[in-house]
């Protein structure tokens, strides 16, 4: 999808940074220091579960290793994908994760985009701070809120009473859904501030992205469906023929064995032909110019289609229905644009020991 653009005033309902605080790796490094210079233990056990706790620290609050591992876990399966069709790697016997692929080690990415994640997530907690949205944003606050909502839940449904979601929620599943609801409050928060968008904005938003308010045109399309292996050999050895000139209809001999036709028109809503079975073309066949052959190995059959019919609809009017579309999709990108700059100036200090002793699993 189109990255959509601002093209008028900034967003600029705040641009307050979040003051540093003392404690970063480095202070805590001070701390065990003077430890050692008084002749006490270096490693007593709260000064340990500390330093061993923390791996970064973002504009001074800290990125736990309970909260880093959340984020390895959510990009985990990404990474492996990445260096699946990259390389075509396989995770065999544990040594996938510290292998090089051309000077790419998979867990050194995975830690890296874990981190880019943490740093994110943690700055939009910091905005949720300042703007009086939540009053503590450590991760024993959240574990004693998830404890918390999972006894009302328990005492809920002990005394009958109706509840939305889960009797209970998991820490992941707990976590997932309360930064999305915080997201949320954020979102409203800042339209509802001192953030109005003018008629005037939403137009010249409207027309620096008109490319996503497109209406979808409807295509009309012929193809052919093949299960057997006989008829799919002929379905391609006839694509061949088609994409030097020629349509499906004209090429088509009335009793060519194995070989079933159909005739679909896609709409704004995609419409299933009775002969094309369940299978939907509209995302692909969309793409496809006038005239263009392409083959669809679906569902143990083949499919051969032409696009034989497109009529240009244009864009969906500025009216006041698409206005609320709009200011949705200017607030969800001003706030995007908002923490994108926060990343940009964010103090991140990350304990390298904690960091680097981090595996995949």
């Not at 790697?89 to 890296?112: H, M, N």
């Not at 036709?261 to 110019?289: H, K, N, W």
């Not at 607030?331 to 680097?356: M, P």
Request: include cysteine; glycine fraction near 4%.
């Amino acid at each position: 999808m189109q990255q959509a653009s601002l093209p008028s005033r900034p967003f600029s309902c705040e641009n307050k940074r979040p003051s540093a605080m003392d404690r970063t790796f480095t202070s805590r490094m001070c701390v065990i220091a003077v430890l050692a210079a008084c002749g006490l233990p270096i490693f007593p056990c709260t000064v340990a579960k500390a330093v061993e706790d923390v791996v970064a620290t973002v504009n001074g609050h800290d990125i736990t290793l309970p909260e880093f591992r959340r984020s390895l876990l959510d990009h985990r399966a990404a990474v492996f994908d990445y260096f699946s069709r990259q390389y075509g790697a396989d995770e065999v016997q544990g040594k996938f994760w510290t292998s090089s692929f051309d000077g790419e080690v998979p867990l050194k990415k995975l830690r890296k985009l874990a981190l880019d994640s943490s740093v994110r997530i943690k700055l939009q907690q910091q905005l949720a701070l300042e703007k009086g949205l939540v009053r503590d944003i450590s991760y024993a606050a959240f574990l004693r809120r998830l404890a918390e909502e999972n006894r009302n839940r328990k005492r809920a449904v002990e005394n009958h009473e109706p509840i939305y979601g889960p009797v209970e929620y998991s820490e992941s599943t707990g976590y997932t859904h309360n930064f999305s609801l915080l997201v949320v409050r954020l979102k409203q928060s800042l339209a509802d501030d001192d953030c109005e968008i003018t008629v005037a904005e939403l137009r010249d938003f409207y027309e620096a992205n008109k490319e996503q308010f497109k209406r979808p045109d409807p295509v009309t399309f012929r193809g052919l469906r093949a299960s057997d292996t006989d008829a799919k050999e002929i379905l391609r050895q006839l694509a061949s023929q088609l994409r030097e000139g020629g349509e499906i209809k004209d090429s088509m001999q009335s009793k060519r064995a194995g070989l079933v036709y159909f005739e679909q028109t896609i709409r704004d809503t995609a419409r299933r032909g009775e002969l094309s079975g369940s299978v939907d073309f509209s995302p692909e066949v969309r793409e496809l110019p006038m005239g263009a052959i392409k083959l669809f190995d679906q569902a143990s059959e083949l499919f051969l289609i032409q696009v034989v019919a497109r009529r240009d609809m244009g864009y969906y009017l500025f009216n006041d229905k698409l206005k609320r579309v709009l200011q949705r999709r200017y607030i969800d990108h001003a706030y995007e644009s908002s923490i994108a700059q926060r990343v940009n100036e964010a103090e991140v200090v990350v304990d390298e020991l904690v960091y680097g002793r981090v595996m995949a699993h």
